[in-house]
T-cell receptor
Framework: KAGVTQTPRYLIKTRGQQVTLSCSPI?????VSWYQQTPGQGLQFLFE???????NKGNFPGRFSGRQFSNSRSEMNVSTLELGDSALYLC????????????FGPGTRLTVL | AQTVTQSQPEMSVQEAETVTLSCTYD???????LFWYKQPPSRQMILVIR??????QNATENRFSVNFQKAAKSFSLKISDSQLGDTAMYFC?????????????FGKGTRLSVIA
């Protein structure tokens, strides 16, 4: 099976712009989670989608949003970018259950100038 | 809220030697899952090993094994016969298996360097 894929791998944006990141889960996986990784804060949970519904959300401002499509692909959007949004954004998928292991994609490196 | 602590920011080990990475966590839950993930310089987060809290037997995966001490809330990773390819950041993670509400909570990571 192909693994989790994320596009693009690298992005450079300027403050105030918005950005959309994409994640395609492993075939058959219906849950997609997003994490932000920074040197200072480490890995922090953004949100999780299952069957097109957000079922959990981390402690991030409303500028961070996401959605999931019927084919389980997910996108996350960050509006009004700030310098502090520079990070590695990781997507993870798992089959269905709450006890399933999450499998990660390679990440998207976002740099905000 | 659950917290995960990795007290060793950096470690190094000689090739073919054994190294142990420490992890402690705080939770009031009785049933949960613990993970070690590896993140090489390529950035891809790779699952190393998983432990269910209700299982007393320590998980093993080839050269990787854990020492799970539930009462002490400790979950260390032992890497035997270290290889250059083991050089990476290692993250300990906790998951509470309530229905549908189970993000991973990560420690800050340990940077492991395997030296030839």
């Amino acid at each position: 099976k192909a693994g989790v894929t994320q596009t693009p791998r690298y992005l450079i944006k300027t403050r105030g712009q918005q950005v959309t990141l994409s994640c395609s889960p492993i075939s058959g996986h219906r849950s997609v989670s997003w994490y932000q990784q920074t040197p200072g804060q480490g890995l922090q949970f953004l949100f999780e989608y299952f069957s097109e519904t957000q079922r959990n959300k981390g402690n991030f401002p409303g500028r961070f949003s996401g959605r999931q499509f019927s084919n389980s692909r997910s996108e996350m959007n960050v509006s009004t970018l700030e310098l502090g949004d520079s990070a590695l954004y990781l997507c993870a998928s798992r089959p269905t259950g709450a006890t399933d292991t999450q499998y990660f994609g390679p990440g998207t490196r976002l740099t905000v100038l | 809220a659950q917290t995960v602590t990795q007290s060793q920011p950096e470690m190094s080990v000689q090739e073919a030697e054994t190294v142990t990475l420490s992890c402690t966590y705080d939770t009031s839950e009785n049933n949960y899952y613990l993970f070690w993930y590896k993140q090489p310089p390529s950035r891809q987060m790779i699952l190393v090993i998983r432990q269910e809290a209700y299982k007393q037997q320590n998980a093993t995966e080839n050269r990787f094994s854990v020492n799970f001490q539930k009462a002490a809330k400790s979950f260390s990773l032992k890497i035997s016969d270290s290889q250059l390819g083991d050089t990476a950041m290692y993250f300990c993670a906790f998951m509470r298996p309530n229905s549908g509400n189970t993000p991973l909570v990560f420690g800050k990571g340990t940077r492991l360097s395997v030296i030839a």
